[in-house]
């Protein structure tokens, strides 16, 4: 399955905001946002802030990379 | 803003851990809220940057370097204090500590209690109005108050004398359970009702993924569907979130308590019907608020609700819980949790720091969160 990145800056109200929206088929399915220093062991890793249809999820986990993100995405297409 | 918080403090300087533990629970059981105990003065110290006692006992090394920083610090503060010491007053380390009430290591706890109760009166500063309008009475309301449940049930229905003592009877043996264990599970029998008396408890539901969402906190003087003996099973999970005393009721006496104690049953069904409009309000909370929003309105209640049972001053109060615990409450991400506790920091509405949660502006927090206090019912004390 190919996701297609695009990089973009979200307003989250904090210091985290390099961001990534995650396209499949055409399609926006997420939007990840690299968490920043202020989030102590979780700073630097990947955060879903939305999905959209299969990938939305009230509880993800934070990915390490924006690999590992990309294929937690996938499975939720698949 | 009415102030509710008339339950004396006590920061407890102790460098025997043993000694340190007994008089605590001495001075818990005569109606004190005890800060510490803290082994140096330096640890005192710290715990005086964030909250000033009513007042102090002394029962540090008088060699520590910083008894004399202390010392000053404590009076700069008004804050009265007796020293406990191992040395005697006519000791050259002892001139610091001026006219002290002096007390020789070691003094049976009562007679430490009992020199404290004169302190506080014989201070009797102007932040003690209720100690100094009502003396004699210092040590019986304090003992009343040092049982929230009584408080609690006291805010909802008056009750009798002969109804306290067997109040204080239930409570006086209660189990200390460590945090984050389960009290009763899911599919579970019920077997009696659950009354914390300390530290903070969740009824919470999990899904299959292992994620939890929190429906109400157990907090001091709270306790647990009264009638839960009718049902087969537990439909939820009850555990700690601190270290809690807890005592529970076996489904006889609870039935007792409802049959023949009148004025108990009625304060008990009252507790229930807070219980449940808290529910909603959580509900809506869930439903219709915004990350921060949500934690405000938290706030808001847990703090309202822990000094209508004497546990908070008048803007703090103990939090001791994760962000974690905090996102299950709220039904919100831990990152979000972090994010929107930064921002409540940012607009200068709270600090929350070492489990203790600081509200700087009551007002503010209260209109971000459009907190009304109607559900709690708890008639005046509501009034801030």
């Known amino acids: ?78 | 803003m009415m102030r509710l918080d008339q339950q004396p403090s006590v920061l407890l300087m102790e460098d025997f851990p043993l000694v340190g533990m007994d008089l605590s629970d001495n001075l818990e059981q005569a109606g004190y809220r005890v800060l510490g105990p803290v082994a140096t003065a330096a640890e005192a110290l710290s715990l005086l940057e964030r909250e000033t006692p009513t007042l102090a006992i002394i029962g540090i090394a008088l060699t520590d370097k910083l008894c004399a920083e202390l010392v000053r610090a404590l009076r700069q503060r008004g804050v009265a204090f007796l020293v406990h010491s191992g040395y005697g007053q006519d000791e050259p380390l002892a001139d610091a500590f001026g006219d002290a009430p002096w007390i020789i290591k070691p003094a049976p706890p009562g007679d430490v209690v009992s020199v404290l109760g004169e302190l506080s009166l014989a201070a009797a500063p102007a932040s003690q109005e209720a100690a100094a309008a009502a003396p004699a009475r210092l040590v019986e309301q304090n003992a009343v108050r040092a049982n929230p449940l009584i408080r609690k049930l006291e805010s909802f229905a008056p009750l009798s004398a002969e109804d306290r003592t067997l109040l204080e009877q239930i409570c006086a043996s209660p189990r200390l359970v460590p945090p984050h264990t389960d009290l009763v599970r899911e599919g579970d029998k019920p077997d009696g009702v659950f009354l914390v008396l300390s530290g903070f408890a969740c009824r919470h539901k999990l899904r299959a993924n292992g994620s939890r969402q929190i429906n109400a906190y157990l907090l001091p003087g709270d306790l647990c569907d009264l009638d839960v003996a009718l049902l087969e099973e537990m439909d939820h999970t009850i555990t700690t979130l601190s270290a809690c005393k807890v005592v529970r009721l076996a489904p006889e006496l609870v039935a007792d308590l409802l049959l023949h104690h009148p004025r108990i049953a009625r304060a008990l069904r009252k507790s229930q019907l807070v219980d449940e409009a808290t529910l909603r309000e959580w509900l809506m909370n869930v439903g219709r608020r915004s990350a921060i929003e949500r934690l405000a309105h938290l706030f808001c209640e847990v703090l309202l609700r822990l000094r209508a049972v004497g546990l908070a001053t008048e803007s703090s109060c103990e939090l001791p819980l994760t962000q974690v615990d905090l996102a299950d409450t709220t039904g919100i991400t831990s990152v979000h949790v972090n994010r929107s506790l930064r921002e409540l920091r940012r607009r200068g509405l709270i600090e929350l720091e070492g489990g203790r949660l600081k509200i700087l502006d009551y007002a503010r927090l209260r209109a971000l969160a459009e907190f009304r206090a109607n559900y709690l019912h708890l008639g005046d004390q509501a009034a801030a």
Not at chain 1, 65 to 78: C, F, T, V
């Open chain 1, 1 to 78: 399955m190919s996701l297609r990145l695009q990089p973009v800056q979200v307003a989250t109200n904090s210091d985290d905001q390099e961001s990534q929206l995650v396209f499949h088929e055409g399609f926006l399915v997420a939007v990840l946002v690299r968490l920043s220093d202020e989030h102590g062991d979780k700073a630097g890793m990947w955060f879903l802030e939305a999905g959209f249809g299969q990938v939305d999820d009230p509880n993800p986990p934070p990915f390490a990379n924006l690999a590992e993100a990309q294929g937690w995405i996938a499975a939720r297409l698949a």
